[in-house]
């Protein structure tokens, strides 16, 4: 009896305890429940939903299995797995419970979780329809934020985004659909709307709330903004908004992860130090079940590259390996392990290395282009041009099809350019995504046609402009090209299709000419010009004949020129002439006069002299004058003479 009426209340306290709410106390009172009777299938259900509802799923998975009545509780456990992470085994058994509402709203979110978006989205549309909330609406928008962002390609119909749901996840979804679809001015706009319904969602539920604790809050959405930033190119603005969700929220695994991995790939190869200190945070165990497939195939791509930019080639090349068993369809481990042969430094044979490395890897067009490239670089194009061949589908690639033929031209093999031209022209009208008139199939039809006229094929280049022009034929330029062809090969074909050329329609056809001239006086006399001066020159210049250019003729020459020439010593200085240096005459003193000059050179005389004139000019022959006494006494009458002074003693 007293056992019973122990029995009794503890069934009556977990009654109370499950009509609270507490989930605490409902746990409690069923363990009290259980104690006393350990097959009460009630206690455990209670005790298993508490579990869930607090978030503590591996403990209600552990309960429901060392219950007995495990059995029938199947899509409690289902749950629990679902809380607990592990969505694969919770799949397993909820695709077994049948189609009731709540399984179907389960085998949704496991969908979700599963990345199978396009059966999530189904699902949730038909549970919408049976009853419509807030959270369903807001959920049908995460997984097309999901989708979109897994694949760029995937519709979003309008609706989903006109769609006014309360609440700031759906603004958050509606940003992460805007990244997706590169429009990263409206995704911070929309980060920054749900920002603000955010923060006052959590002040009318806290008003005393901490500003550091809306910060925690707030962190993924910072998190966005920073890769709305960053997609925009505002590096410096994104990286500030990583280390401030990092520092907010440094409990958060999943947020700390995407922010590290996202400033790891904005480090590059300059701040390695940093990158290896950020690179911890995609290495915490379990990581796995807070990010995507996507953010994990580029969180592992980000760690191998750290590893090429720490130098670790061999690490590197190791790692390259694994992942591309890991993620067959990326070429982005081929890249890697590529750029870690060209970033190798002081290594002989380097191109017989890739070369013997693209042979062994013939199906692998990363290498064929890596091996043009090292062939580019020591300047053996015709290697080049072999290894881009080579390339498989990337050699058809506009880009690519322009650079071979600038190495044809080059190393004057027109015929393989044509040739590439027309392989890539097969390419793309095979291909069911460039089907007849696609713009690339479009663009390398121009390119090889005007490629033939280059090489005066004319007869090509006509077939060729005329499969452009049936494909448009509003075409003005493939028209004006198959016109030029056109004359070279038929001069009256060609005239007939310009003929039938619609005339060229200008802007502006009911232009007034006189207000145009008017308009042209009015500046010119502003400018000070006079026009009707310069339009009557104009037209007597035109009608005047040009005068003959007159004959230009040779210099005069200067009369004292001496026959030989210009004498060398004209462009020199007079001191530095010959016949006037200084001590010319050193050795002869009979020759020197008074300064050392030679006698009867310059206003001396010279040596044309007559003979009579020299004896008139004789000193000796000349009379001497009579002395004046007066003179003679005024000179020695005691008086000094002017400029000498006697000393004073």
């Not at 097309?144 to 996840?169: D, H, M």
């Not at 004139?613 to 002017?642: H, I, Y």
Request: charge should be positive; hydrophobic fraction near 35%; charged fraction near 30%.
């Amino acid at each position: 009896m007293a056992d019973e009426k122990k029995q009794r209340e503890a069934l009556q306290k977990l009654a109370k305890a499950a009509k609270s709410g507490n989930t605490k106390k409902i746990i409690s009172a069923a363990d009290k429940v259980l104690a006393l009777l350990p097959d009460d299938a009630d206690a455990v259900k209670c005790k298993v939903v508490a579990l869930i509802s607090s978030g503590k799923g591996k403990k209600a998975v552990e309960c429901i299995k060392q219950s007995a009545h495990r059995d029938g509780l199947q899509y409690e456990h289902a749950y629990a797995l679902f809380k607990a992470q592990r969505y694969k085994e919770s799949y397993n058994i909820a695709a077994t419970l049948g189609d009731s509402f709540p399984v179907r709203e389960l085998l949704a979110q496991l969908h979700y979780r599963l990345e199978h978006f396009d059966k999530s989205i189904t699902i949730y549309k038909d549970l919408i329809k049976q009853e419509k909330t807030m959270e369903r609406q807001t959920n049908v928008t995460a997984c097309y934020a999901a989708a979109v962002t897994q694949e760029n390609s995937f519709n979003v119909p309008k609706a989903v985004l006109k769609r006014k749901v309360e609440g700031f996840e759906n603004s958050y979804n509606k940003a992460c659909i805007a990244i997706a679809q590169s429009k990263f001015g409206d995704a911070v706009d929309l980060i920054k709307e749900a920002a603000d319904e955010f923060i006052t969602m959590l002040k009318e539920d806290e008003p005393d709330i901490a500003d550091e604790e809306i910060e925690q809050e707030l962190a993924i959405l910072r998190v966005q903004e920073g890769v709305a930033r960053h997609r925009m190119g505002d590096e410096t603005k994104a990286q500030t908004l990583y280390n401030t969700a990092i520092k907010s929220a440094p409990e958060n695994v999943g947020i700390v992860a995407v922010a590290s991995n996202n400033l790891i790939a904005i480090n590059g190869d300059k701040d390695v130090f940093n990158s290896k200190h950020r690179i911890k945070a995609l290495n915490i165990k379990g990581i796995e079940q807070n990010l995507s497939m996507k953010q994990l195939q580029s969180a592992a791509f980000n760690k191998c590259l750290l590893q090429l930019f720490s130098n670790d080639i061999a690490k590197c090349r190791e790692t390259c390996a694994h992942l591309r068993t890991k993620y067959p369809e990326s070429k982005t481990p081929d890249l890697i392990e590529a750029f870690s042969y060209l970033k190798e430094r002081k290594v002989k044979n380097k191109a017989e290395r890739l070369q013997a490395i693209s042979n062994e890897n013939s199906n692998n067009e990363v290498y064929a282009l890596v091996l043009a490239q090292e062939y580019s670089t020591k300047g053996d194009f015709s290697r080049t041009l072999t290894s881009l061949l080579r390339s498989g589908t990337l050699a058809y690639e506009p880009s690519y099809v322009g650079y071979i033929i600038a190495l044809c031209n080059r190393l004057g093999c027109p015929d393989k350019a044509s040739s590439h031209i027309e392989q890539a022209i097969r390419f793309y009208k095979s291909s069911q995504q460039f089907a007849g008139s696609g713009e690339i199939l479009r663009l390398l039809l121009q390119l090889q046609g005007d490629y033939k006229l280059q090489q005066e094929m004319y007869t090509d280049a006509v077939s060729i402009f005329k499969e452009l022009v049936d494909g448009d034929p509003e075409d003005q330029e493939a028209n004006a090209a198959l016109i030029v062809a056109m004359a070279h090969v038929d001069i009256d074909a060609a005239e007939q299709l310009s003929a039938s050329i619609p005339p060229l329609e200008l802007e502006g056809d009911d232009v007034d000419v006189d207000e145009l001239e008017l308009a042209k006086k009015i500046r010119t006399q502003k400018a000070g010009i006079d026009i009707d001066r310069l339009t009557s020159t104009a037209t007597k210049s035109s009608t005047v004949e040009k005068k003959k250019a007159k004959r230009k003729r040779p210099g005069k020459k200067p009369k004292v020129m001496k026959p030989g020439g210009p004498d060398p010593n004209r462009w020199l200085p007079k001191w530095q002439r010959e016949a006037n240096k200084k001590g010319s005459n050193k050795g002869d003193k009979n020759k020197r006069g008074k300064k050392g000059a030679p006698v009867g050179s310059g206003t001396q005389g010279s040596s044309d002299i007559s003979e009579a004139e020299m004896k008139r000019l004789d000193a000796a022959n000349r009379k001497p004058k009579p002395s004046s006494s007066s003179s003679a006494s005024k000179k020695s009458n005691g008086k000094k003479s002017a400029g000498k002074r006697k000393k004073r003693k």
